[in-house]
C-alpha cells in the first residue's frame, strides 16, 4: 500500500523531472543558432506586447468588406479577453514561477524589457493561441493559416528570447486555444456557406465578357442617406459609367468591378425615384441572367422577377447584411463573378406570403425571414428616423420607443388564439437562438423555422429585450418554437404589419405563410471561399 508521504515523494519527482526537461529545452533554443531571426522574432515578441499585434489585425480584418472576417475579428478578440485575464490574474499569482536566467540568451535576441510578473503560463501564447483559434473557426483558410503561423511564431519568440520556459507556453496555448474554442459555448460558430443538394449545370451560355447579363444596381442600398442629385436624375436602362462624384460610393466600386468583368453586360442602376420592382422585371424579360446589386430588400425583388420570368439569379451583396448573398457563399462581386464563370447553379427554397383578405397582398416572397408583432414596428419606427438620425442611432431609438409602447397582437395562429407579442418565420432551419437569427446550414430544407413570443396582459419587456440581445431568446416568457410546411394567420384587428428581408408590407383577413421549394435558381460559387 502506498503512503501518502511516497504519493507525495512521487509527486514531486514527476515535477522535478519535468522542471529538469523544461529548463533543458530552454538551454537548447537559447544555444540555437538561427539565421536571420535574431533579427525577426525579438520584435515580433515585442509587437505583440499588450495585443497590439492582434488587435492590429483584427482592426484590419474589421474594415473589410468580409462578413467571415469580421466574425473572425471579433471572435478573436473574444477569445483574448478571456484568457488574458485567465493568465495574468488567475494563472501567474497560483502559479508564481520565476522567469528563466537569460545568460546563454544571445544579447542580440534579447529586445525587451526584463518582465517583473510571473513566468507560467506565457500571457503572450495565450493571446496569440485564443486569437488564432478564433479566427480560425470563422475565416477562409487563406486567413487563418497565416494568422495561425503568426501566432506559433509569437508562442516560439517568447522561449528564443528568453522570456518563458518551453513550458509556460504550451500551457499559455493551451488556455488560449480552450478560450477561443470556448467562445462557442455563448456564440456559437456559423458555417461559411449553407449548403445546397440541388446544383446542376447551367442551361444557359455563360460568356466570359457578361454578354446576356442584365445587372441592376440599387444606387441606394445599405445607406439611409438623402439620395444625392445625380442618383435622381440617372435615366433607367442606360449604362452609367461609375465614379462620377469627387467620392465614389459602394455602388459606384462595385459598377467599375462588374463594368471590367463583364464589358457586354447591360448595366442599369435604379436611383431613388425610379421603380425598382419595374426595372428588375423589364431587366428579368430580356435577361439571360438576372443579376442584382443591393441588399437583402433588392435581392428578394430581384427573386420575385426571376422566379416570374423564369430566369437564373446572381445576387451580389450590397446592402448592409446581405444574408442571403452571403448564405450562398458570396461576400463580394468578384465572388458572384467567379461564381457566374464557374457556372454551377443551386436550385433553393423560396418562403411565400399570401392572403385572402380584402385588399391583402397575395405576391410576397422571403428568402431569409419574415417577421410581425414588435420586430416589425421596430423596423417601421426605424425607417421613419433613418433619413434624420442615419441608421445605427435611428435603430437604437427604435428600439426603445418599441419596448416602452408595443403591445400583442391578438391573432388566430394555425387555429389557436395567442396574443403575440414578436414572431420570426424563417425560410429553413436557422441555427443561431436570437429574435433575428442570420444563418442557416441549408437553404433547401422544405421547412419552415417559426419562432414567437406569446404573452398574457403583460409582456415581459425588459428580461425579452435582454434575451433578444443576448441572442437566447428561448429564455423569454412565453417563448415557442417548431418547424414545419407552412404556417396560418388570422390578423382579428384588421392589416398585419409583416417585416420580410428588411421590407415593409401590410396583409389582412387569412395570412399563410409556405414554402416553394427549390423554385429559385441561383449562381453559387463551386467550392466554398
Known amino acids: 500500500m502506498i503512503t501518502e508521504p511516497t504519493r507525495a515523494g512521487h509527486g514531486f519527482g514527476v515535477l522535478r523531472r519535468l522542471g529538469k526537461i523544461d529548463r533543458q529545452a530552454f538551454d537548447s533554443v537559447a544555444a540555437a543558432r538561427l539565421p536571420g531571426l535574431e533579427y525577426v522574432l525579438p520584435r515580433l515578441s515585442r509587437f505583440a506586447d499588450h ?10 480584418m474589421a474594415v473589410s468588406r468580409r462578413a467571415r472576417l469580421r466574425r473572425a475579428a471579433l471572435r478573436g478578440a473574444i477569445g483574448i479577453a478571456v484568457a488574458s485575464p485567465a493568465v495574468n490574474i488567475i494563472g501567474k499569482q497560483a502559479f508564481r514561477r520565476k522567469r528563466p536566467v537569460v545568460d546563454l540568451v544571445p544579447p542580440i535576441r534579447i529586445r525587451w524589457k526584463l518582465p517583473t510578473s510571473h513566468a507560467f503560463p506565457s500571457g503572450h501564447s495565450a493571446s496569440a493561441a485564443a486569437f488564432a483559434a478564433g479566427v480560425a473557426m470563422e475565416a477562409p483558410r487563406v486567413v487563418a493559416a497565416p494568422v495561425a503561423v503568426t501566432a506559433g511564431a509569437v508562442a516560439f519568440s517568447r522561449v528564443y528570447t528568453g522570456a518563458h520556459y518551453p513550458g509556460d507556453v504550451l500551457a499559455g496555448v493551451g488556455i488560449g486555444v480552450l478560450a477561443g474554442i470556448g467562445t462557442r459555448l455563448v456564440w456559437p460558430a456559423r458555417p461559411p456557406v449553407a449548403h445546397v443538394s440541388r446544383r446542376t449545370t447551367v442551361p444557359v451560355e455563360i460568356t466570359e465578357d457578361g ?147 380584402d385588399g391583402g397582398d397575395g405576391g410576397l416572397i422571403f428568402l431569409n425571414t419574415a417577421s410581425f408583432g414588435a420586430y416589425a414596428e421596430l423596423l417601421e419606427r426605424r425607417r421613419r428616423l433613418e433619413t434624420r438620425l442615419g441608421k445605427w442611432p435611428a435603430l437604437a431609438v427604435a428600439a426603445v420607443r418599441t419596448l416602452r409602447h408595443s403591445r400583442p397582437l391578438d391573432m388566430v395562429v394555425d387555429g389557436r388564439k395567442r396574443r403575440v407579442w414578436m414572431a420570426f418565420v424563417g425560410n429553413g432551419m436557422y441555427g443561431s437562438r436570437g429574435a433575428a437569427p442570420t444563418w442557416r446550414d441549408r437553404l433547401d430544407d422544405g421547412r419552415l423555422d417559426v419562432r414567437m413570443i406569446t404573452t398574457g396582459r403583460r409582456v415581459p419587456r425588459v428580461r425579452a429585450l435582454a434575451a433578444v440581445l443576448a441572442g437566447h431568446l428561448h429564455i423569454t416568457p412565453g417563448y415557442q418554437a417548431w418547424h414545419g410546411g407552412s404556417l396560418e394567420l388570422i390578423a382579428t384587428e384588421g392589416d398585419l404589419r409583416l417585416a420580410h428581408d428588411g421590407e415593409l408590407s401590410s396583409v389582412r383577413g387569412v395570412v399563410k405563410f409556405a414554402k416553394k421549394a427549390g423554385s429559385l435558381s441561383v449562381f453559387c460559387p463551386r467550392t466554398p471561399s
Open 51 to 60: 495585443g497590439v499585434l492582434w488587435f492590429t489585425l483584427a482592426g484590419a
Open 211 to 357: 454578354r446576356g447579363v442584365v445587372v441592376v444596381v440599387n444606387d441606394k442600398a445599405g445607406t439611409a442617406e438623402p439620395e444625392s442629385r445625380k442618383s435622381r436624375s440617372k435615366r433607367a436602362g442606360r449604362p452609367v459609367p461609375p465614379g462620377r462624384g469627387l467620392v465614389p460610393g459602394r455602388a459606384d466600386l462595385d459598377v467599375a468591378v462588374l463594368s471590367r468583368e463583364f464589358p457586354a453586360a447591360e448595366i442599369i442602376r435604379a436611383g431613388q425615384d425610379e421603380d425598382l420592382d419595374k426595372l428588375l422585371n423589364e431587366a428579368a424579360e430580356r435577361a439571360a441572367v438576372l443579376a442584382v446589386v443591393g441588399g437583402d430588400g433588392t435581392i428578394n425583388a430581384g427573386a420575385r422577377a426571376a422566379l416570374k420570368h423564369d430566369v437564373p439569379l446572381l445576387p451580389i451583396p450590397g446592402g448592409t447584411f446581405d444574408h442571403f448573398a452571403r448564405a450562398l457563399g458570396i461576400e463580394t462581386p468578384m465572388d458572384a463573378v467567379t461564381a457566374y464563370r464557374q457556372g454551377c447553379l443551386a436550385r433553393v427554397d423560396v418562403g411565400s406570403i399570401t392572403s385572402r383578405g
